[in-house]
């Protein structure tokens, strides 16, 4: 599906590629975006006017999965999945503030005396993150404003917790899965593979089935307690019998289940910044967990990935569900080049000076530009990210991030895309088991 705006540049329903094809072929529409593909109407008529009118009672849900390098997310309108996409986060970030910090601290003592260090007294503001997760942070709100820009967003679909630890807290499992349906054992079973790291507590086993499995076996009066479970493979769970885990000849084990599982608080603080941030767009939020999310994708049958759990989360889940699209914009935050002027080498020494400026004759490093060169070695065409230099000769990328061409004049290069932090690429799904357009695919009611 392509994002369409009228005249004034606000959001109409987004309509199939294939009629955006048709409205580009008659000029009626100019494209307004690259990525993700938006077009723009040319002229507004009453007709659009009236589109508009009718439209504005339709509800588009963004859907957001957030994780610690992928963040899924998805476009709903009702059962109907309009926009699917994938964040790829910033993951060097704390690497390269360590090597930079190392290469300064370096560069300070060579020529300096022993110094005590000073009294700290520089404080954090309040609600600081460091950079690593705040990047997180600010890619999604950075999206979030963007869409709604393209898209006349009315909800927004949020997993801010894993597990609902109310749910879980009621001991007796089999009793209530009975009474209160499937979501409770999905919870539990969330719980204790993040507990139990996705391993047997046993043998260590990894990527295989797990079993839940009672630490003081039921026959011997264990109860069904969060604090008396683990996970075990199989063949663990078979051998073990009705022996306790200690007799089994794992006392720790017990010591462990008795500890309950302390939130990764980074991780926590993350998701409350990322609630926050929505909250500040004035949508309605909805928000599940990760247990819920899980259940659905795998009641609808899909496979696991960022997006299609993004299509997943919370309780407004449709149970049937309509992919109105086959293609994933993956969308990878780059930054928008250093502060650091100086390239070093990896002693820390300087090899080369950056030049002050980001734009050169109106290109800047990132730009998407086609270049049409007429003669000598690069001849032909070239479409990629432009690498600017300031004698005017710039080099070109092509997708793959390979250098194409070299040296190509800068009156050759015409604009595609600007530059804005982000690189895209577009993934077409469609095979092997993943929904084709327009298929529906039913889930049993819970
Ligand atoms: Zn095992």
Same mark, same amino acid.
């Given at each position: ?49 009236? %589109?508009?009118?009718? /439209? ?6 963004? *859907?957001? &999965?957030?994780?610690?390098? =992928?963040? #899924? ?109 499937? %979501?409770?054992?999905? /919870? ?6 993040? *507990?139990? &790291?996705?391993?047997?507590? =046993?043998? #260590? ?242």
């Amino acid at each position: 599906m392509v994002f369409v705006l009228n005249k004034n540049k606000q959001p109409l329903s987004p309509c199939h590629s294939a009629v955006a094809r048709k409205l580009l072929k008659t000029g009626k529409v100019v494209i307004h975006k690259k990525y993700p593909f938006t077009i723009r109407l040319k002229e507004l008529k009453e007709s659009e006017r009236k %589109l508009k009118d009718s /439209e504005s009672k339709a509800e588009f849900r963004l *859907k957001i &999965d957030y994780g610690s390098r =992928y963040t #899924g997310l998805a476009i709903l309108n009702g059962p109907t999945v309009v926009w699917l996409a994938q964040i790829h986060h910033k993951t060097n970030i704390k690497s390269n503030i360590d090597s930079r910090r190392a290469m300064r601290r370096t560069r300070r003592n060579r020529n300096t005396r022993y110094r005590k260090p000073k009294f700290n007294n520089r404080g954090r503001k309040e609600g600081w993150l460091p950079p690593s997760l705040q990047s997180r942070v600010d890619n999604i709100k950075n999206w979030v404003i963007k869409l709604q820009r393209l898209c006349s967003l009315t909800h927004i679909s949020y997993e801010n917790v894993k597990f609902d630890t109310q749910l879980m807290q009621n001991p007796e499992i089999s009793g209530i899965e009975y009474q209160q349906g499937e %979501l409770q054992g999905y /919870e539990i079973r969330e719980y204790l593979l993040e *507990k139990w &790291d996705r391993k047997c507590a =046993y043998c #260590g086993a990894e990527n295989i089935s797990l079993e839940i499995e009672h630490i003081i076996p039921k026959s011997r009066g264990g109860t069904s307690r969060i604090s008396n479970l683990t996970l075990a493979c199989h063949a663990c769970n078979q051998v073990k019998g009705d022996m306790t885990a200690e007799e089994f000849g794992y006392p720790d084990i017990q010591k462990q289940a008795k500890k309950p599982l302390k939130d990764a608080a980074l991780v926590t603080a993350t998701r409350w910044k990322v609630y926050n941030v929505l909250s500040e767009t004035g949508l309605n939020i909805e928000c599940g967990t990760g247990a819920r999310t899980k259940m659905n994708r795998i009641l609808l049958n899909l496979p696991k990935n960022h997006h299609f759990d993004a299509v997943c989360v919370g309780t407004s889940t449709p149970n049937d569900i309509i992919f109105r699209t086959n293609s994933v914009l993956h969308i990878k935050a780059k930054g928008r080049g250093s502060h650091c002027r100086t390239n070093l080498n990896k002693y820390g020494f300087p090899r080369g000076y950056l030049a002050r400026q980001k734009s050169f004759f109106g290109f800047q490093t990132g730009d998407i530009v086609k270049a049409i060169v007429p003669k000598g070695k690069h001849q032909g065409t070239w479409i990629g990210a432009v690498a600017c230099r300031k004698t005017g000769y710039f080099d070109i990328k092509n997708k793959e991030g390979v250098k194409a061409a070299q040296g190509i004049n800068h009156k050759y290069c015409k604009m595609l895309s600007r530059v804005d932090g982000y690189e895209y690429a577009s993934e077409h799904v469609g095979v092997d088991g993943i929904p084709l357009m327009t298929e529906v695919t039913s889930i049993l009611p819970y």
